[in-house]
């Protein structure tokens, strides 16, 4: 007899973790790696990948481009970032917001910050 579904491993949606990190420091890098594997744990989400933005934030930047390349495999559900800030500032991140629903992703964040709300796209 076959065992139960609950009794097998089972991966959990696909997401991408994406962080802007401009100028902080290795430990700073590891609470913020250590937020979104926990969050991926409790909510059963599959963490495929990490990019990591390091230098200022435009919309051409390698770990965002690479973070949309990933985002056209098959199965993928999201992206999960720490905070909403993470997207960059303002304009960027109304932009890269644009593009990772236009991919078909749902955007997820750990902590919501209600002063920091995501800019909705203009239609």
């Known amino acids: 007899m ?9 991966n959990g949606p696909v997401v991408y973790g994406y962080l802007r990190l401009p100028r902080a420091c290795a430990a700073r890098r590891e609470a913020l790696v250590t937020a979104l594997t926990g969050y991926c744990l409790q909510h059963e989400l599959t963490l ?3 990019f990591t ?4 934030s435009e919309n051409g930047t390698p770990a965002f481009v ?3 390349d990933v985002l056209e495999l ?5 992206v999960v970032l ?10 960027t991140a109304t ?9 078909g992703a749902r955007l997820l964040l750990v902590r919501r910050n209600r002063s920091h ?3 909705v796209p203009s239609q």
């Open 2 to 10: 076959e065992p139960i579904t609950e009794l097998r491993p089972v």
């Open 48 to 50: 495929s990948g990490l």
């Open 53 to 56: 933005e390091r230098g200022n």
């Open 66 to 68: 690479s973070l949309l």
């Open 74 to 78: 098959p199965d993928v559900y999201g």
């Open 82 to 91: 720490p905070a909403a800030s993470h997207l960059g500032p303002r304009n």
């Open 95 to 103: 932009e890269r917001r644009r593009r990772i629903e236009e991919a």
């Open 117 to 119: 709300r995501l800019p």
